[in-house]
């Protein structure tokens, strides 16, 4: 077994220790049937991975279109006609 992947079979009968692996040494790969099958990660690497490093507010705050003059008037004519 390479030092991070774990068969099914044994991943279910030591699951606290997966999970103890993936906390202290990083993500770890259950196979099954010989294919690497899913990614046992804690749950510090799970938030890096879903938390996005800045808010809303901040991204558009540093957009480089921040300064930028935008014509948002609307045209007050009439729509054209449309055959349907």
Known sequence: M????????DAKNR???L????QQ???QIVTKHGKEAVVVISMDEYKKLTTPETNLID????????????????SKET??????
Do not use: C, M, Y
């Open 25 to 27: 040494s990083g993500p």
């Open 59 to 74: 991204f558009f705050q540093n957009s480089p279109l921040l300064n930028t003059e935008l014509d948002l008037s609307r």
């Open 2 to 9: 390479i030092e991070n992947h774990w068969q099914l079979q």
């Open 19 to 22: 999970v103890e692996k993936a």
């Open 79 to 84: 729509p054209r006609d449309v055959e349907l």
């Open 15 to 17: 699951f606290s220790n």
